[in-house]
């Protein structure tokens, strides 16, 4: 078997076309509005569950702005981070998991949305609850929920297996459902793994000239934790939890 099977990591980069949208129509339509110019209000809260695709969004925002030649940043909140004066010179600049914002970085949080707001930039936040029950200082909280605030609702399983399915169609093969339900009860369960795994999968068929077929799956998912056991370990622990 080559190389080339065992890469369950190499999905594409976040963009707000390789979202699967689900329940999210109207927030990802006013986050591609954002770098267009085309919505007035460029201050929005996502908060979500674990695995809802709320980094993907944030990511994807910021990429949009940059293709379109505008300056913006995305910042994974953690303590000791630092939101300095660099950050409000960006046309656009996103914080994920501001809940793990220490004491000086609320201070600075707080700094950049005033400033971003002043000249007129767009300030894109990301928690794990709403504004309102983040425990944060309560001016911080106040500015995050004067904006649009939106909760990221994570694919239920049937929505994961149409966007699957859709996606296998369009590379050509027909993904039976057996396989399907293999790869949603036995990998993690974000989409960007199940995507990339299925883009394994799809190589190993081709190479071997054999169907997508359950046993084929069983085969190549062997073959990757004989070559990477922590890896396999860590897909095959990862099935019954929420998505990461």
């Known amino acids: ?34 770098a267009t110019g085309t ?23 910021v990429g949009d702005f940059h293709r379109r030649g505008a300056s913006a940043a995305y910042v994974a909140c953690a303590p000791g981070v630092e939101i300095g004066e660099g950050l409000e010179r960006m046309d656009c600049v996103a914080l994920d998991g ?11 949080a ?4 005033n400033v ?7 300030l894109l936040a990301g928690g794990d609850a709403p504004p309102v029950q983040l425990t944060l200082r309560e001016d911080l909280v106040t500015r995050l929920g004067w904006g649009l605030v939106y909760q990221v609702h994570g694919l239920t399983d049937e929505e994961k297996a149409r966007a699957l399915t859709e996606y296998a169609a369009g590379r050509g093969f027909r993904l039976p459902p057996e396989v399907c339900e293999y790869l949603l009860t036995r990998l993690k369960r974000e989409m960007p793994y199940l995507l990339a795994a299925l883009d394994a999968l799809d ?3 081709l190479e071997t000239r054999r169907p997508v077929t359950v046993p084929l799956m ?9 070559r990477d056991p922590e890896g396999g370990a860590a897909g095959r622990s990862s099935a019954s939890k929420d998505e990461g």
């Open 110 to 113: 707080f700094r950049l949305y």
């Open 98 to 108: 501001v809940e793990q914002l220490d004491a000086d970085a609320q201070v600075g």
């Open 218 to 226: 069983r085969e190549l998912l062997g073959a990757r934790r004989e």
């Open 116 to 122: 971003l707001r002043e000249h007129h930039g767009a």
């Open 203 to 205: 190589h190993y068929s």
């Open 1 to 34: 078997m080559r190389q080339l099977a065992f890469n369950f990591s190499g999905s594409p980069l976040p963009t707000l076309e390789n979202f699967v949208v689900g329940r999210n129509g109207e927030l990802v339509r006013h986050l591609k509005g954002l």
């Open 39 to 61: 919505v007035q209000e460029r201050f929005i809260y996502l908060w979500g569950r674990p695995g809802s695709g709320r980094s993907h969004l944030l990511k994807a925002a």
